[in-house]
Structures are given as structure tokens and as C-alpha cells.
């Protein structure tokens, strides 16, 4: 009794929030931003620029750069899709609209039509410089004042995922953690409302991809409230006979950026015990394949719309192997560089 008064107090204090939230929108001007990129092997990384930039605006538009212009650019394909890169921007919670198809590099003439015919306030960038043929690319937007920069996520990139794929020790800067940046991602979780069937569903989440938020959109479709158990390090360990290539801060951070989890459990069992399933007032326990021990007849399986999976990925890095170990010390030394630089201006 005293957990179902405590969820309708929730409940209420949730409505008069949104209530007020609706009240100061109605007199505030939306201000659109922004950001593309590759989004390739896309991270937590990206979801915080994605936070930070829709900070700046009131709606954040991010455009998503075609693989055709990537490979002119880069000499080489990325690794996922247009589609599967598309698919995982429009998964992030902080994410309003999302662009296909955007030129890897923006001209003049893009760029001025984004900000004079598109709709869009501010175009938003990271703090490192984006130079392509010693043109700095959002010259335009500087000079008509329309330009913002967002600090980086240290500790996280593409090339520092890529290096963990292809087995480099020694490789990358350590993500450090904080209570400050969870806080962040935590945004927009709620209680389950009294009358809402709580779904559950646990894993590794490593990597997480187009295929894990493809999953959870199923697994949420289920019932109306989704709660993501994110397993440990060890527990990965003891499952896989490996550790996880993210450790359990990160793959935590990825699983809260995606718009269709509503909570998540921290370093969750293996096994589903009566304190989770009371707890939580779960009534069903999703799965893709095999049910975990102690869902009994609250298990049910869920088959992932999506083909892409963390072998599948695994296998297409491999397949390119060569050509990724050579960018990858050529994006690595500028990495560390970079590194240096604000080390350096921080010391």
C-alpha cells in the first residue's frame, strides 16, 4: 500500500511538472540548433554533445553526414550504414529531428542556406577545430555570429572504440566518470505510474548500437514502462568468458541516452530474483534468446527487428582490419595531440 501511495505522490509531482515545464514554453521563443557529423560506432561521447548542444537552443537538429561524402573525404566507407548511423542519432533522447545524407563538408553556400533558410539559430561544435583544406568550415556561421562551441567528452572517441575492437592496449585516455555526469543523462527519467506495466530487460549493452535500441523500442513496446538492467563488469565476465569492452560507467551512460528507457538498474544480476521482480512491480521480463533463471512465467522473448549485433560489428572491423590500423595511428596521434594541448593550457 504504502509503495502505490508513494507512486501516485510521484505521479502528481510529475503532472505539476510538466504543467509548469508547458506553462514557460508557451512564452519562450524556440531557438533551433545544429550539429552533424559522421556518427560512426556513435557513444556516450556523442549523446553528451547531443546534451549539451540542445542546451544552447530550445530543439536540436542534427544532421547526419553521408557514408559517399565520408569515403571522398576519409578515403574510406564508415564502418556502419546511412541508415544504421541515422537509426542511432534518432535513438537519442536528446536528439529533436535528425538530417540524412549531409555533405561531410559543409561549403559556404550550405552553411548560409542551414542558417538563412532552414530554420536553424546556431550551428554548435565541438571545442577542436574542424579544418578541411586550411578553410576552417564554419567560417560562415562564425561571421555572422551564429556559431557555438560545446568542451568534448575526454576519454571517449570513435578512433578509442575502434582501438578496443581491434585489441590495442595502451591506446586511448581513460573516461573518468562523475556523479555530475549521470546526473545529466538522468534526465527525463521518472517513476512507473500505478497503473503502468513495468518491462524488464537486462544485458551487457556493450558497444551499444542501432540493434540494442532497436531491441528496447520492442522490448518497451511490450508494456508501457521499460527498465534496463545494466550487467557489471564481472558479470559480463562470468556470461562471456570476457570483460566488456566498455566498462560498466559507460555502457550505463549509453543505455541512459536512448529515448526509449525510462529507468535503469545499475550493475543488474544475472539472475532474476523475487526482490527485483516485487521491487519494481515487473510483470514481464524480456529476453532475445535464451529466458533468464528466475523470470518463470514473466519471461518472453522479443526478436530484434534489427540484424546488426555486436559480432556483426565486431566482424566488419575485423574484415577492414589494415585499413583501420593504419587511420587508426594516424587518428590516434592526433588524439594524443590534442590531449596535450589541453593538458597543457590546464597545467
Known sequence: MASLVQDALDYAAEQTQQALAALGSSTTKETTVWMDGAFDVMHFGHANAFRQGRTLGTRLVVGVNSSSTIEQAKGA????????????????KFVDDVVPHVPYVMNEAYVRDLLENKGIDYIVHGDDPCIVDGKDVYQAAKDLGRYKTIPRT???????????????????????GTARILSSFSEGLRAPRPTERVVYVAGAWDLFHPGHS??????????????????GDECVKERRHRLPLMNLQERVLSVLACRHVDDVLIDAPLNITPELLSTFRVSTVCHGGTAPPGAGDKARKVASPSPLNSSTLAARVESRREQLLKRHRKKAAAEAEWYAGKDAARA
Do not use: I, M
Request: a negative charge; glycine letters at 8%.
Open 77 to 92: 566507407p564508415p564502418l556502419l550504414t546511412d541508415e544504421e548511423r541515422c537509426a542511432a542519432v534518432k535513438a537519442c
Open 154 to 176: 575526454e576519454g571517449v572517441s570513435t578512433t578509442d572504440l575502434v582501438g578496443r575492437l581491434l585489441k590495442l592496449d595502451g591506446t586511448s585516455r581513460a573516461f573518468l
Open 214 to 231: 532497436k531491441f528496447l523500442e520492442a522490448c518497451r513496446a511490450c508494456g508501457d514502462y521499460l527498465l534496463v538492467g545494466v550487467h
